[in-house]
């Protein structure tokens, strides 16, 4: 027995406003809530509103899907103002800068091991088509720690080094459409030292940046979260292999509707109606591990919390967020470092630059250069060298493989802490 079409035409219409505004709260399976919805709505709506006017009923369905895929993207991910430039006059002109790494791939981030070695990864979002991670060895790019085991890195970008010489990877999982990967290799032999799947990651999460304690016991993984919307800090605990979400519900985490722009214009995307604001992206530990500081890419404040309370269970989702300060307002930024005086660096994607925040909240412009299209991961290597991965987002996303070739090379720059008294770590 069939429904007449215009009570098909009411319930699908009712169907599609509950996935919507699904779709902009958090619960699971919103995305494929709205695309049964919407897939209901496409056959039911002009059957009932245009079945009187032949040829129109298909040609309805495709429109109304059409209109409704554009007012759900516009509503989500759209929209936003310029953000107000934040930049003062730079300490350091372009000049300081020293080329490491020379990829025709585009960058995703880079480490630093304790006797100097820089390792990188190719950004998985320009769909890399050999290694993923390498080591730059006598002026090439060398496939770490082999060729044969790139497999065991999935979608890898995040990268840090530990105080017991591993080097520790974080591959997203195709935005969490399979279990994002976290693995660690000891640096002296190449051979895996630890693998996890999160396999309760959540579909649309982008696990990206990472923190590994001095001692190796813990991971703290920045959950981007740009399709789902639902950030956090991701502790892991490697003796147990047990991960908790925190933070996630917390406004220290989340996007605010800033509009990126770069002088390769602004970071928008499908005629406007998706606009690159991303949740926490950048984190680092103090030298002390006490403190882990992160900042969402498209905020304006940086902020840490105690890492204690991040282990801590019997804190409360209200009871955290409330131990968590404000250090000072930034960029809009991507990747943190952290130099020896206890300064956060702060990369400031739309201006090429470094930004160092004092633990007082004053901020003083390190460098700004269009020499750097996107400022990325920074990290400190031996010597107090200060590395800088520019992954140039504006040329990888959404673009064709020939666009990103054509754009390169990409690079891995560094800056020594003598030039202008940066401090080193």
Known sequence: MSMPPRRGAVLAAVVVSAA???????????LLLLAAALVAASAAIPAALLRRRRGLGAAGGIAALAVLCAAGLRLRYGGGDAYPDVTGKPILSERALEPVVRSDEPIGNVAVSSDGRVFYTIHPESRPEGARLLEWRGARGVPWPSAEAQGELGEVLGLAVDGRGRLWAIGHGGHGASPPRLVAFDLATGQLAHRHD??????????????????????????????????????????????????????????????????????????????????????????????????????????????ADLRDPALSPDDLAARVEAVGRKPLSDGLGIDAAGNAIVTDVEHGGLVRIAPDGASTTLLATRRIRWSDGVTYGPGGWLYIADSDIPDLMLRSKEHIRESGPYFVWRIHPDIGGLPGR
């Open 198 to 307: 999160f396999t309760d990651a959540q579909i649309g999460s982008f696990y990206q940046d990472l923190e590994v304690s001095r001692d190796g016991g813990t991971v703290y993984i920045a959950d981007a979260s740009f399709w789902r919307r639902n950030p956090a800090v991701v502790v892991y605990d490697v003796g147990r292999g047990e991960a908790v979400r925190r933070l996630e519900d917390d406004a220290s985490v989340y996007p605010q509707p800033w509009i990126i722009r770069t002088p390769a214009g602004p970071m928008t995307f499908l005629g406007g109606l998706v606009a690159l604001q991303t949740g926490i992206d950048g984190l680092v530990l103090s030298e002390d591990d006490r403190w882990l500081y992160y900042a969402a890419m498209s905020h304006d404040t940086l902020y840490r919390v105690k890492t």
């Open 20 to 30: 919507l505004a699904g779709w902009l709260l958090p619960p699971p399976g919103r």
